[in-house]
C-alpha cells in the first residue's frame, strides 16, 4: 500500500487513488468509471503552496451523494460533477504530514470535507478544520455520530421535524448512517418511530439495538401503501425522507395534517437518469394536508453545529446514544464499499466508512 | 326562474339547484354529471329545524376546488366526495329568509363556505357568519378581494413566502381569482413578480392592469423550462404555486436557494385521474437548492383573517389593489361557469362568480 520515503526534505509517497475515468448516467459506477490508480508523489516542503498541508488520509466516510457528481451534468443536489481523470473526493479525517500553513503542524488530525480519496494528497487549508487534540473521542465518531451523519439526523428531526412526545416518526433508510440516528432522536423526543429498510435481519437490528418500535423490510413488503396502514394506524406525523421516489408517494397517502417532511437525500433516485427516476404524483396531499417538506444541506447550519454536537456528546456519555458503523480496510476497497451503500441487500448497518492507513 | 309564495305562515319557493347524478372520474363533468333540477320547496318557521335559516343565495364563488370532491374518492384536498344525488355545494353570500336561530334574522347577509348549489335552502348557523351591515364592501367583494381569493394570496405570499424585497416570484393560474393578488401582494412588498396564464390577451391584462412585471402564455412557450430561463435570468425565489404538474418540475430547476413554494391548489390535476397525473421528478432539487414547499387551507389560519383583512381594505382603499371579476348571471349557468375556470382559453380574469339572484 502506502510508502514514503524521506529523501533529505524531499518526500517521495506511492499513494493509491480513485480516478474518475467516465461519468456514469444511469446505474452504479464499476471499475470502467472508477479507477485505482498509483501515483507517486515526490515532495519536498518547498513544492506545497502557500495556505497548503500535506494529508495523510486516515479514515474515509463513504456517503451516497457523490453518487450525483458522477453523472456528468448538474444533479438535484448541485454538486458540480467530478472532473474526469482526476480523483473523486469524500469526507475524510486524516492527519497533516508537511504544511504550509502556520495554524496547521506536522502531527495534527484534521477533518476535510471535501479530501481526495486518495493515500495521501496536498490540499487547500480553506476548509478542513482541526480535531481537538484533548478529545477522548474515537476518530471514526467525527465520520459518524458527531459527524455529517449524525448532525444531518439532528437537523432533520429537531431543526425542521420539531417532533412533539407522542407523535408518529417514519425514516426510510433506517438501518443507514443517518437513518440509524434520526431515530434515536426523534425516540428520545418521545416519538413512536418506526422504520423501513432492505432486510430481515436489519428489521431486527433496529428494533433490538436502535430502539425502533417496529420497522419493515421493504424488499417483502413491496406494497408500501400497505405496510405503512399496518405500521402507522394513527399516520405520519414526521417523515425523514433518505430516499424519495415510490416510498415518499406512498408517505403522501398517510401523512397527518401539519406534517413535517425533512428530506437530506434520496438514495433511491441517485442511480436513474432523470427520465426515468419515479415521478411523485401526489404532492396535492400536501395541500389537504398542510404538509411542509423542506430540503436542508449541512452545509447551511453549521451555526447549530455546537448545539448540536453538545447535545449528541452528551447522549452518547449517558449511553443513549448507539452508534454503529461498518469499517472497511485499506482504501482499495473504496468501490466495493461505495457500491454497497446503494445496496439493499448489503449487510451495512450505521456508517460505511474506510480506515484507509493502519496507522489510523 | 326562482319564484315564492306566502300561504299564512308557509312559503311555496320553486328553487333551481344542481344534483351530481354521476362520479367524474377523469376530465371534465358535462351535464351526464350535473343536472339542474327545480325543487319545489315548502316551508314553514316550524319545518326549519333549531340553529338553521332559510337562505336565498345572491353570489355564488365559482372555485375549482370542489371538482376533487366529484370524483367519488378521497382526492388529495381530503374533502369528502359530494354525495350522489345530491345538490353540490360552494361559497356563497346570501340573505336569511327565515331563521331558527336568535343571532340571525330575516334580511341578515351571511357568508357561507358550503351552501348547496340552489336558489333557496335550509342551512346550518354552524359554518355561516354574518356580513357587517354597516359594511360599504360591495357583496361580491367578500367572494373576491377580501374573502377566499383575497386571503389565499395573502396566506401564500405573506404567511408563507414571507417576500424580501426584490426578490423573485412567480405566480401560475396568474390570471386567475387567486394568481391575481398574489401577484399585486408580491409587487407590494418589493418584489419583481412574473406570472403565466392561458392566453395573450391576459398576459397583457396582468401587465397593464395587475402590475406584473413581466407575463407569459404557457400556451404558446410550451417548452416552460426555457420560459423560466428567459423570465427568471436570477431564479426563482417564491413560487405561488396554483397548478401543479409539469409547471412544478420546470420550476425546480428554477430555484434559488431556500426559495419557498406555497401551494394553495394544483388546478392542472384535478381532472387528471390519480394514475395519470403528472408526477415530479426532480424533488431532488429541494435538497440541493433547501427549498421548503407547504401546502395550507384557509380554514386553518381563520385566526388572522382580521389582520389579512384590515391590511387588504387598506390597499384597496389606497387604490393599491385591482380586483375584477367575471359576472355569470343565474345559477343555471353554473356548469358553464365551473367548466369555464380549467380552460386556460376562456376569457375570464380574476374570479369567477354566479349573480344568483337579480336582487343581489
Same mark, same amino acid.
Do not use: C, Q, T, W
Given at each position: 500500500m502506502a510508502s514514503s520515503k524521506e529523501e533529505g526534505t524531499m518526500m517521495v509517497l506511492d499513494s493509491m487513488e480513485w480516478v474518475l475515468s467516465a461519468y456514469v448516467e444511469g446505474g452504479l459506477p464499476t471499475s470502467d468509471h472508477l479507477k485505482l490508480q498509483k501515483n507517486r508523489l515526490t515532495v519536498s516542503v518547498d513544492s506545497i503552496p502557500d495556505r497548503h498541508v500535506l494529508i495523510q488520509l486516515l479514515w474515509l466516510s463513504v456517503d451516497p451523494y457523490p453518487r450525483t457528481r458522477m453523472t456528468g451534468h448538474l444533479d $438535484? @443536489?448541485?454538486?458540480?460533477p467530478f472532473p474526469l481523470n482526476q480523483v473523486v473526493t469524500g469526507y475524510g479525517v486524516g492527519r497533516v504530514? %508537511? &504544511?504550509?500553513? &502556520?495554524r496547521y503542524k506536522e502531527g495534527d488530525i484534521v477533518q476535510n470535507p471535501? =479530501?481526495?480519496?486518495?493515500e495521501y494528497s496536498v490540499v487547500p487549508t480553506d476548509l478542513i478544520w482541526k480535531v481537538d487534540? *484533548? &478529545? %477522548?473521542?474515537? /476518530?471514526p465518531d467525527y465520520l459518524n455520530a458527531l459527524g455529517v451523519p449524525g448532525f444531518t439526523a439532528w437537523l432533520g428531526i429537531e431543526?425542521? $421535524?420539531k417532533p412533539k412526545p407522542g407523535e408518529n416518526v417514519f425514516v426510510s433508510a433506517a438501518a443507514g448512517g443517518v437513518g440509524t440516528f434520526a431515530g434515536q432522536l426523534a425516540k428520545l423526543k418521545g416519538c413512536r418511530v418506526v422504520g423501513s429498510t432492505g432486510s430481515d435481519e436489519k428489521v431486527k437490528i433496529l428494533k *433490538? *439495538?436502535? $430502539?425502533?418500535d417496529d420497522a419493515f423490510n421493504y424488499n417483502k413488503e413491496t406494497d408500501f401503501d400497505a405496510a405503512l396502514t399496518k405500521y402507522f394506524p394513527s399516520g405520519i406525523d414526521i417523515y425523514f425522507d433518505n430516499v424519495g421516489g415510490k416510498m415518499l408517494e406512498a408517505v403522501l397517502n398517510h401523512v397527518n395534517s401539519r406534517a413535517r417532511i425533512p428530506v437530506c437525500g434520496m438514495i433511491s433516485q441517485y442511480n436513474q437518469r432523470l427520465s426515468e427516476r419515479e415521478g411523485i %404524483? #401526489? @404532492? /396535492? =396531499?400536501m395541500v389537504g394536508k398542510e404538509v411542509r417538506m423542506e430540503g436542508f444541506l449541512v452545509a447551511s447550519y453549521l451555526n447549530h453545529f455546537g448545539e448540536f454536537a453538545n447535545e449528541m456528546e452528551n447522549y452518547m456519555k449517558q449511553g443513549k446514544i448507539n452508534s454503529k458503523h461498518k469499517i472497511y480496510y485499506g482504501i482499495q476497497n473504496f468501490l466495493e464499499s461505495f457500491t454497497s451503500i446503494f +445496496?439493499? &441487500? +448489503?449487510? #451495512?448497518? $450505521?456508517k460505511v466508512i474506510i480506515q484507509v492507513s493502519k496507522d489510523a
Open positions: $438535484g @443536489l448541485y454538486f458540480p504530514i %508537511r &504544511s504550509k500553513d &502556520s471535501f =479530501n481526495p480519496v486518495a487534540p *484533548e &478529545s %477522548r473521542v474515537p /476518530l431543526m425542521i $421535524g *433490538e *439495538e436502535f $430502539g425502533y %404524483r #401526489n @404532492l /396535492l =396531499n +445496496s439493499s &441487500s +448489503s449487510s #451495512n448497518v $450505521g
